[in-house]
């Protein structure tokens, strides 16, 4: 089992330490979402693991080695940085095929990625012809080649259509279920809930968050209860009287900000008031990314009003 490990992880540019002084392990077995504001670190962290830059202090290594000395890098790791790196006057294959060879991997692996990503009606026309969704599958075709371990995908769904997305999401999870280490950086939450079983968030190069989907959501959202009743006077009043905020949630719903279903359900039964619908509201990750990222990031403009967004009423 091939894990990757920062320690103490460390990187300067000139004034701008993009990561900093960074300590995590990304394990087997699962897909690792790694989030944060843009210029949080996580390109640059992902360019340490893959000795594309020298930290100037700590260490990133793959299965406990630095990636420097490994000695068939694309066995072990399999990276997608940046879709539009490969030469666009070669063909798909012949990009696959070359990097097969350099690698010592056989090339026969290149058709067979070529078809896990879709790509083998595509195979002989020209990368220059090809669409950023084209060259997403391309890139992740590539980092598949050498059956490694470790995969690390840089905003892989970039481009990718619908149905590129669904498919995305389940090789992800194919390839964690197989045991590989699986990290995965986006900027789409309900995307990176689909597929992430774990979180790791940067926020100005610093580690914010390293722990299960399911655990970053209750550990950053507040409880919430969205009821709808027969009599919304007197329940509000009831509620109110309580010291409950209560916001309109659409449709004839409200949302109780922290509380629980069990303690208002109680209530409206004290009170004899007749409750059409209770449950208690679990937050999306993107709420939860939110609360956690609010001052992270450097270049964030003003939230956009959601328009879900409750309204007090
Ligand atoms: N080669 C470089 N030279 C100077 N500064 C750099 C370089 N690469 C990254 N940085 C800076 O390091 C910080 C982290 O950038 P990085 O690209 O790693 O963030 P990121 O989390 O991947 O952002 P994004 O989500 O926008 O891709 C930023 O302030 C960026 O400007």
Same mark, same amino acid.
């Given at each position: 089992?091939?894990? /990757?490990?920062?320690?103490?992880?460390?990187?300067?540019?000139?004034?701008? &330490?993009?990561?900093?002084?960074?300590?995590?392990?990304?394990?087997?077995?699962?897909?690792?979402?790694?989030?944060?504001? !843009?210029?949080?670190?996580?390109?640059?962290?992902?360019?340490?693991?893959?000795?594309?830059?020298?930290?100037?202090?700590?260490?990133?290594?793959?299965?406990?080695?630095?990636?420097?000395?490994?000695?068939? #890098?694309?066995?072990?790791?399999?990276?997608?940085?940046?879709?539009?790196?490969?030469?666009?006057?070669?063909?798909?294959?012949?990009?696959?095929?070359?990097?097969?060879?350099? !690698?010592?991997?056989? +090339?026969?692996?290149?058709?067979?990625?070529?078809?896990?990503?879709?790509?083998?009606?595509?195979?002989?026309?020209?990368?220059?012809?090809?669409?950023?969704?084209?060259?997403?599958?391309?890139?992740?075709?590539?980092?598949?080649?050498?059956?490694?371990?470790?995969?690390?995908?840089?905003?892989?769904? !970039?481009?990718?259509?619908?149905?590129? /997305?669904?498919?995305?999401?389940?090789?992800? &999870?194919?390839?964690?279920?197989?045991?590989?280490?699986?990290?995965?950086?986006?900027?789409?939450? !309900?995307?990176?809930?689909?597929?992430?079983?774990?979180?790791?968030?940067?926020?100005?190069?610093?580690?914010? +968050?390293?722990?299960?989907?399911?655990?970053?959501?209750? &550990?950053?959202?507040?409880?919430?209860?969205?009821?709808?009743?027969?009599?919304?006077? &007197?329940?509000?009043?009831?509620?109110?009287?309580?010291?409950?905020?209560?916001?309109?949630?659409?449709?004839?719903?409200?949302?109780?900000?922290?509380?629980?279903?069990?303690?208002?359900?109680?209530?409206? +039964?004290?009170?004899? /008031? +007749?409750?059409?619908?209770?449950?208690?509201?679990?937050?999306?990750?993107?709420?939860?990314?939110?609360?956690?990222?609010?001052?992270?990031?450097?270049?964030?403009?003003?939230? #956009?009003?959601?328009?879900?967004? #409750?309204?007090?009423?």
């Amino acid at each position: 089992m091939t894990s /990757i490990d920062l320690l103490d992880l460390t990187k300067e540019y000139g004034a701008v &330490r993009a990561v900093d002084h960074l300590t995590c392990s990304i394990a087997p077995g699962r897909v690792t979402g790694f989030l944060g504001p !843009n210029g949080a670190g996580k390109s640059t962290t992902m360019r340490l693991v893959l000795g594309l830059d020298r930290p100037t202090s700590g260490t990133a290594a793959v299965g406990a080695c630095p990636y420097a000395t490994l000695d068939e #890098p694309l066995r072990t790791v399999g990276a997608l940085l940046d879709a539009q790196a490969a030469s666009g006057s070669r063909t798909a294959r012949d990009h696959l095929r070359f990097l097969a060879a350099s !690698n010592r991997i056989p +090339a026969r692996r290149t058709d067979d990625v070529l078809e896990e990503t879709g790509l083998a009606a595509v195979a002989r026309r020209r990368i220059r012809t090809f669409s950023l969704g084209m060259r997403q599958r391309l890139g992740i075709a590539a980092a598949l080649l050498g059956d490694p371990p470790v995969l690390m995908l840089d905003e892989p769904t !970039n481009g990718l259509d619908p149905e590129g /997305i669904v498919w995305i999401r389940e090789l992800l &999870r194919r390839l964690a279920r197989q045991g590989r280490t699986v990290l995965v950086s986006s900027h789409l939450m !309900n995307e990176t809930a689909a597929f992430a079983d774990h979180l790791v968030v940067l926020g100005r190069g610093r580690l914010l +968050a390293d722990t299960s989907l399911p655990d970053f959501i209750e &550990r950053h959202s507040r409880e919430r209860v969205r009821l709808r009743t027969g009599d919304p006077v &007197r329940l509000r009043a009831a509620l109110l009287r309580r010291g409950h905020t209560v916001a309109e949630g659409g449709d004839g719903r409200w949302l109780v900000e922290g509380a629980r279903a069990q303690d208002i359900g109680a209530l409206a +039964a004290q009170e004899g /008031i +007749a409750v059409l619908e209770l449950t208690d509201e679990q937050a999306s990750l993107e709420e939860a990314y939110f609360a956690l990222t609010a001052n992270q990031a450097d270049f964030a403009a003003a939230p #956009p009003a959601s328009p879900t967004a #409750p309204r007090e009423v």
